[in-house]
């Protein structure tokens, strides 16, 4: 059995999806910062049988919560502070993203204006769909 130490301080990202957690730390930049990040893969799960969990010991300001809820709004992220969780934060689907996905129509004025942010908002919450703000390009892949 696999045994990675607890953190003393910072976050704990758990019930990712099995073979996301690399994906995860990609979006969330976390290769960018200058801190230990531990990626456990295809751990057991009572809930799902397999899951991902990341741990990465910095603060959790560092953490851009809207991209993850919009890669999945399930994860469960604990805070921790003096090797104990002293929250749990609860994550909802952000009514707007900005340049986290870049719309996929060729006459959107995004596609011309190079300069302007990527900006789409939630349409659907129960499907889980974004549309381009400016073109209205429906967007429900995640990514």
Known sequence: MLNVGKIEEG?????IAAGKSLSLYHH???DKLDCPVAIIKNARSNKKGK??????????????LDVLAFIDHNITVNVIKDGEIVDKRELTLPKEIRNIIKCKNPRCITSIEQGLPHIFVLSDEKKEI??????????????
């Open 130 to 143: 974004y549309r381009c703000k400016y073109c209205e390009e429906k967007c429900s892949k995640r990514l």
């Open 28 to 30: 969330l930049q976390l």
């Open 11 to 15: 976050f704990v990202l758990d019930h």
């Open 51 to 64: 899951k991902d969990i990341l741990k990465v010991e910095c603060d959790i300001n560092a953490l851009n």
